[in-house]
């Protein structure tokens, strides 16, 4: 069998009346919409419901499955111990998935159990699955599998729920996906998080996608976009895209609410049939290496360089020498340099140097796209099958010059750099998500481990961008 449905839902857990004690009033629209599509769960009678939760253990290159027979969690944490849990995980399944994900070499498994206990993220549905089957009296004797996110791209994602789908079938199992995640957390001024003005617009987006089915467009929404939207469930809801990849999917959105300045949006989704239209991932692949054969023809001489210098090192492991043919700037400038590097629009990694560390700025080129490719420590190594997609960007830095105050700075024109006590940090221009020169200082003082409100020499730089 497939997947025979899924369902788009949030977990506050303010909505569990115990734990909202009146307060759950305010959200009462998305409490009938859950009870809606908790219903419809319990009326399909899944022998398995697979949830992936934004809470779960999460790593930065892995998915975490969790592991055993069962686990067990209870609101205590939020004032209501009452309210129990206790699952038992398809273990069957379980297997398989790890099974597919270890033969196509897909980071995904078992493996790195942190904390058993079960997450707010996969109580509330069940709270609400649970309150549908005994006011339907229907036994409940499904089984849990329970997923994690990771820091891995959108793509990664959706191929994990492909694999998900393919142990569905391999089983025989009759499945449901609970994707379960908060939509914006920055929606209102009043809220506990604040407002950002990509809060509203990314709820709107989302709502509208995913009430069309339209799972290509999810991978459209950049990761600087959703971070500055403070989303929590975006890479749950690509997880169950992914397993209805190549099916026609009747999709429903049954509300959308944002009076406590989270969003909270619940849809439910129907396979209807094979329909080889809806093969997402391959089209936005095909798109994006057509994109990046455009720009690595369009690429100028300084790209060029830095693409070349990782790619032999990433293949061969042979740093190469400055070739005779770069223009004669490269080899008569002595400058800093920055290499970026971007894959699918998410950051894959970005190392310089502040100042010149070498002859010329073609050598500062190729040693620091070795460097943002392989020794970034934010990001493993990039490997010979991300080649193809890589976007580079190359900024060379302008001599630093001493400001007195934030005043001098412009967060599109100059780069700042921060220092204190034998510390110094530095952020480049004009950067996607960096708005002000509030935010490009903050971010600067982190990255040098500076307390935010620390006292700081300030620097400012002009960059050349090549692209």
């Known amino acids: 069998m497939s997947i025979k449905a899924a369902y788009m839902v949030p977990h506050p857990p303010m909505i569990v009346p115990a734990i909202g004690k009146g307060s759950e009033a305010q959200i009462e629209e998305t409490t009938r919409s859950y009870e809606q599509a908790a219903s419809e769960i319990a009326e399909q009678r899944p022998e398995t419901i697979i949830i992936t939760t934004p809470h779960s253990v999460m790593y930065a ?24 849990f206790g699952v038992t995980y398809d273990t069957e399944l379980v297997g398989e998935i790890c099974g597919i994900a270890d033969s196509q070499e897909f980071p995904a498994g078992t493996l790195g159990e942190r904390d058993s206990a079960l997450d707010h993220a996969v109580m509330v549905p069940l709270w609400f699955i649970e309150k549908a089957y005994d006011r339907l009296g229907i036994e409940k004797d499904y089984r849990i599998v329970r997923i994690g996110l990771s820091a891995l791209p959108l793509t990664d994602h959706y191929r994990l729920g492909q694999i998900i789908k393919k142990a569905v079938e391999n089983t025989g199992r009759s499945a449901v996906i609970v994707a379960s995640g908060d939509l914006s957390h920055k929606l209102q001024e009043y809220g506990p998080y604040g407002f950002a003005k990509e809060g509203s617009e990314y709820d709107a987006r989302i709502m509208d996608v995913c009430g069309r089915g339209a799972f290509g467009e999810l991978f459209d929404f950049s990761e600087s976009f959703c971070e500055n939207a403070a989303e929590c469930g975006h890479r749950s809801f690509v997880i169950m895209a992914g397993a209805f990849d190549g099916e026609d999917v009747e999709a429903k959105a049954l509300s959308h609410q944002d009076v406590t300045g989270v969003g909270y949006g619940i849809c439910t989704f129907y396979p209807k049939g094979e329909d080889e239209s809806r093969r997402f991932l391959d089209k936005y692949l095909e798109r994006m290496e057509a994109e990046a054969a455009q720009r690595r023809s369009q690429s100028d001489a300084y790209v060029q360089l830095a693409r070349k210098s990782l790619e032999s090192y990433i293949l061969k492991r042979k740093r190469i020498t400055v070739p005779d043919d770069v223009p004669e700037e490269m080899l008569s400038t002595r400058a800093g340099a920055f290499v970026s590097i971007h894959k699918n629009g998410a950051l894959r990694g970005c190392i310089g140097t502040i100042g010149p560390t070498t002859d010329c700025v073609a050598q500062e080129i190729i040693n620091n796209a070795i460097s943002a490719s392989t020794a970034d420590p934010r990001f493993p190594a990039i490997g010979p099958d991300e080649l193809q997609w890589l976007e580079i960007n190359v900024d060379v830095l302008g001599e630093p010059e001493d400001i007195e105050s934030e005043d001098e700075l412009d967060v599109k024109k100059y780069g700042v750099i921060v220092s ?11 950067l996607e998500g960096v708005d002000t020169v509030e935010q490009q200082i903050e971010i600067a003082k982190q990255k040098a481990g500076i307390h935010r409100f620390e006292s700081v020499k300030l620097q400012r730089f002009e960059v050349i961008r090549h692209v």
């Open 420 to 430: 204190s006590v034998g510390k110094r940090g530095l952020l480049l221009p004009d």
């Open 61 to 84: 290159d892995y998915f975490h499955i969790s592991p055993g027979k069962g686990a067990k969690g209870s609101f205590s944490g939020f004032g209501a111990p009452q309210e129990q």
